[in-house]
């Protein structure tokens, strides 16, 4: 598969592997054998339901210590990171950008990022003169107040201003494999455009960054445009294809393939909604 960027994704080593995930959640299992594969510079589409374990992936991907890893492994680099923690999970360069943010009051955005840039970045120097300037940059492109960067991070601020938030994480961070738990839920049409874009100048700034997208609908596949979208059900991935898959699902919902598949959605792969 060629892509713009010019380079012949396929023939590239995987970037991340997850191979027979399960994860249960307070006794309860949720994911039951995921496998993915993302190679350096694709854009993965995971769709699917409420309840279907999109979610639990994106959190168990990341540590949170709410989902139990009961069988599987996860690769970064060929490297399995189930072991590690969040934090050196960060520093490897795994990022999740969060479907419901939370506020931390007292803690100025620009100063949480600043933090967190040092913490991840570590190894890469960058002085206060450099940072400024970045990170202006990376707001007049997702149209942010400069004043944005004084705010307490996440409080007070709009479901749009939120995602945007997510969004500047993502360009300041410069992680190596991106998961984006819906970063379109909640937008209007404009914001959902605004925070595609961050997107696709991030990817293109990082053309080896792999991408995984989990969404609901078709709008932001129209700005974001995927390599491979997926389907998911019953907490495993049942369905894999591209572009045209989008459009099916648009059409027809998911009835249909899951029918196909013979598949009965069942009550137990969901939790709070997830």
Not at 7 to 29: C, K, M, N, Q, Y
Not at 165 to 174: R, S
Request: neutral net charge.
């Amino acid at each position: 598969m060629t892509h713009s960027n010019g380079t012949l994704r396929g023939a590239a080593a995987p970037l991340f592997e997850i191979e027979d995930l399960h994860v249960s959640v307070e006794g309860r299992t949720i994911l039951r054998g995921v496998n993915l594969t993302v190679r350096p510079g694709e854009v993965h589409a995971l769709m699917g339901r409420n309840g279907s374990g999109k979610s639990t992936l994106a959190n168990a991907l990341m540590g949170h210590p709410k989902y139990q890893i009961t069988r599987g492994s996860v690769r970064l680099d060929g490297e399995d990171i189930l072991a590690l923690k969040p934090d050196e999970r960060a520093k490897r360069g795994l990022f999740l950008a969060f479907q419901n943010p939370i506020a931390i009051p007292g803690v100025g955005t620009g100063n949480f990022l600043r933090a967190a840039v040092k913490a991840v970045r570590g190894n890469e120097t960058i002085n206060a003169v450099q940072f400024r300037k970045e990170l202006t940059e990376r707001m007049q492109h997702l149209q942010m107040d400069p004043s944005f960067a004084t705010r307490a991070l996440n409080e007070g601020f709009s479901g749009g201003e939120k995602k945007r938030a997510e969004m500047l994480q993502l360009a300041m961070l410069k992680p190596r494999l991106a998961v984006l738990d819906e970063p379109d839920s909640g937008l209007d049409i404009d914001a959902v455009r605004i925070v595609s874009d961050g997107i696709n100048t991030v990817h293109e700034q990082q053309p080896s960054m792999g991408i995984l997208l989990i969404t609901h609908y078709q709008r932001i596949l129209n700005y974001v445009r995927p390599d491979t979208v997926h389907v998911m059900a019953n907490g495993r991935i049942v369905e894999s294809g591209g572009g045209e898959l989008v459009q099916q699902l648009e059409a027809e919902g998911y009835d249909p393939i899951l029918r196909r598949l013979g598949i009965e959605e069942a009550e137990e792969a969901t939790t709070n909604g997830r």
